[in-house]
């Protein structure tokens, strides 16, 4: 109903799914632009390709605007990055994006998601927060801005059981 109604109105609804190796380029396009320090397509490649690895895409249309990237390990997983490209932000669109990758760690058996999140970064703290992350801990000038700048990381934690 939702297709044909965005059909209808010439706009694709975002849809999140499993990414493939033919996502990597437009991945690391929006991870670089959403980065300090960039993940190359090739980073991207190996991601896809490991097991233990999942990597899901927003994609609206033909087009990927976004992603999700967590490892797991036994019954735990770190969410390495997640990002929506600048022009589709403050939408809500990360909502259903993290929605749906936590749901699909959990069908995989994960019962616990860990991140680190930069201390400033209020868009993704928010999202953390409202997606029920807790923090658990805090880490002393852990990440340095092209300009030198040492800033903190919170240690955020969620259970999915
Ligand atoms: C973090 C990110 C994925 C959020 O995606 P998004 O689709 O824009 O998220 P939302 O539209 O749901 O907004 C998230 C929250 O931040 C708020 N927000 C948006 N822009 C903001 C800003 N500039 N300052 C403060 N809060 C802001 C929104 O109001 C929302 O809060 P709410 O749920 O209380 O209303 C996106 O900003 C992004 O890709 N950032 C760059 C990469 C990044 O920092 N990733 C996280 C690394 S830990």
């Known amino acids: 109903m939702m297709a044909w109604f965005s059909a209808l109105w010439g706009r694709a609804m975002p849809v999140v799914e499993t990414a493939t190796a033919r996502d990597a380029a437009q991945l690391a396009a929006i991870h670089s632009a959403s980065f300090h320090r960039g993940w190359g397509e090739g980073e991207f490649e190996t991601m896809l390709a490991e097991r233990n690895t999942l ?79 807790a923090v658990v801990g805090r880490r002393e000038r852990y990440y340095r801005e092209a300009g030198g700048q040492e800033l903190n990381a919170l240690v955020m934690r969620r259970d999915l059981s």
């Open 55 to 133: 990597v899901q895409r927003l994609r609206m249309g033909s087009k990927v605007i976004g992603f999700a990237v967590s490892r797991m390990a036994a019954d735990e997983a770190e969410l390495l990055s997640i990002a929506v490209a600048a022009r589709h932000r403050g939408r809500g669109l990360s909502r259903d994006l993290l929605l749906t990758h936590l749901g699909t760690l959990a069908g995989r058996g994960v019962r616990t998601v860990f991140l680190e999140v930069e201390e400033n970064n209020q868009p993704a703290r928010k999202l953390y927060a409202r997606m029920g992350f």
